[in-house]
């Protein structure tokens, strides 16, 4: 009988050893599926920071993103600094501090791409809703307004473009330049209208200034306008919010037109399966040399002013018509060859803190539904997309990249979040992620992205300590 009773005890015993570790795995599986349910719905935009009205063109070999800078908060009433982002192949991005220094604390809005004339390069942006030129020697800046004195102390004054005469003059927003074969200029501007500009580039021919007839009507902004193959385009944008959309006309007489109405004239709109929403005011650029067309636009991925950008290919038809935008979040890659430092691949992260789910509500589309997620690995997935946040209330936020082994490190750059406004932070590696050394102490805030550290190290982990700034990162490449 005693034997019995012990063999049922072992038994009892063997069951609830096996009952823990079916629960221990049953535990850690539910954890492995809450992982793989952070999903990225943003995919691959452009630039790893939130920028809406981007204009972008190649200059000598370099790409230039000029753009709104979104992510403050407080909607259309207030915007980033003006930054202009650069690429030699148009996937790796950055800035160094501001290409027009008086803008700086002003609500800086759709800056047009850098024209080149008359030995100078001009822009135009929209300040405090007004349009102003603005002069530079370089593309890069730093550029100052181009007529008076470099400072935006009044909106109605001769430094602006438009002078309005009446509520319903020509003063507008999201001015697009264009210089034709014979060196005219025009400039187009918000609800369709459109001019000469003087040889001065800083002033309007007002006794060519026209209301460009569309085939649709109702509000208009971010217009794009572009030659090819001796045809003038005109994009215009209708709606706004996750209802954007984009339509254009076209002539083979003049940028002032008269316009033909192509029956398929809509060229972006929401793509429902692919969860796109919203495609508003961007570009279009060609490569040099090259018949590829690209189309740049903003996605209203978080509601209100926190959109980023995406690129995709822009296609014609045989007769010069445009067809509609075959609309990804995958990107378009590499636009030139360079030659990269070997990236070192992250194959576990932690973090002291992770941010709740955001959920995002719709606007004005019903079907528009997004959770933005926060996990670590979020920084390490090269998606530009997605982010990792930590929590509001984490007094000391830090990061962890973990290589698996020690390797030898030779440079960091860090893609943080907000990083018009800078970061102050530390960076540290271990062996053992137990004993930390420091390797780049930051204590002053720098206006740049990525944030950038040359090392010469052998190390299993890093771990980036932020000190000052948003504490968040969209990416953190190491090689």
């Known amino acids: 009988m005693k034997g019995i009773i012990n063999a049922l005890l072992l038994s009892i015993a063997f069951f609830n050893l096996i009952k823990k570790a079916f629960l221990?795995?049953?535990?850690?599986?539910?954890?492995l599926v809450v992982e793989a349910q952070k999903e990225n719905p943003f995919g691959h935009p452009l630039i790893p920071d939130m920028i809406a009205d981007a204009s972008i063109q190649e200059i000598n070999g370099t790409f230039y993103c000029y753009a709104t800078t979104d992510g403050y908060g407080h909607g259309l009433a207030t915007s980033g600094p003006p930054v202009v982002w650069k690429s030699k192949d148009f996937v790796h991005w950055n800035f160094h501090g501001f290409y027009f220094p008086s803008a700086v604390g002003h609500k800086y809005w759709a800056p047009s791409k850098a024209i080149a004339a008359n030995g100078k390069y001009y822009i135009y942006p929209t300040v405090d809703g007004f349009i102003y030129p603005?002069?530079?020697?370089?593309?890069?800046?730093?550029?100052?307004?181009?007529?008076?004195?470099?400072?935006?102390?009044?909106?109605?004054?001769s430094a602006t473009l438009l002078k309005s005469k009446g509520s319903k003059g020509p003063a507008g927003i999201d001015a697009e330049i264009f210089i034709d074969d014979n060196h005219q200029a025009y400039v187009f501007w918000q609800n369709r209208f459109a001019a000469k500009l003087n040889p001065d580039m800083i002033s309007l021919d007002r006794s060519s200034l026209i209301k460009i007839s569309t085939?649709?009507?109702?509000?208009?902004?971010g217009?794009?306008?572009?030659?090819?193959?001796?045809?003038?385009?005109?994009?215009?944008?209708?709606g706004g919010d996750e209802k954007y959309q984009y339509a254009y006309v076209m002539s083979k007489i003049s940028p002032l037109g008269p316009y033909n109405f192509p029956e398929n004239d809509i060229i972006a709109s929401?793509?429902?399966?692919?969860?796109?929403?919203g495609p508003g005011h961007g570009s279009v650029f060609n490569l040099p040399g090259t018949d590829d067309y690209f189309f740049a636009y903003l996605e209203f991925g978080r509601g209100s002013t926190n959109r980023q950008t995406y690129v995709n290919m822009l296609k014609f038809n045989e007769d010069g018509t445009i067809r509609p935008v075959d609309l990804t979040m995958t990107g378009v890659g590499a636009l030139r060859e360079m030659p990269y430092r070997k990236e070192i691949k992250v194959l576990d992260s932690k973090a002291s803190s992770v941010r709740p789910d955001l959920n995002i509500k719709p606007n004005q589309d019903s079907l528009f539904r997004r959770i933005e997620s926060f996990p670590s690995q979020f920084a390490f997935d090269g998606a530009n997309g997605s982010r990792w946040m930590a929590n509001s209330e984490d007094p000391s936020p830090w990061i962890v990249a973990d290589l698996g082994k020690s390797k030898n490190i030779k440079r960091s750059e860090v893609y943080f979040v907000r990083p018009t406004?800078?970061?102050?932070?530390?960076?540290?590696?271990?062996?053992?992620?137990?004993?930390?050394?420091?390797?780049?102490?930051?204590?002053?805030?720098?206006?740049?992205?990525?944030?950038?550290?040359?090392?010469?190290?052998?190390?299993?982990?890093?771990r980036v300590r932020i000190l000052k700034g948003i504490p968040g990162i969209w990416e953190w490449n190491i090689y």
Do not use: M
């Open 215 to 221: 085939k649709r009507a109702g509000y208009s902004e």
């Open 421 to 462: 406004a800078g970061h102050k932070y530390l960076l540290e590696y271990s062996t053992d992620n137990k004993t930390w050394k420091s390797c780049g102490e930051h204590f002053e805030v720098i206006i740049q992205s990525p944030q950038t550290d040359n090392l010469n190290i052998k190390a299993r982990y890093l």
């Open 223 to 238: 217009p794009i306008f572009f030659k090819r193959k001796g045809t003038y385009y005109y994009l215009y944008t209708l």
């Open 270 to 277: 929401t793509n429902y399966r692919r969860k796109i929403f």
């Open 24 to 31: 221990s795995c049953f535990l850690l599986l539910c954890v």
């Open 134 to 157: 603005a002069v530079s020697d370089s593309p890069s800046g730093p550029f100052k307004l181009a007529k008076g004195a470099d400072t935006f102390s009044a909106s109605l004054t």
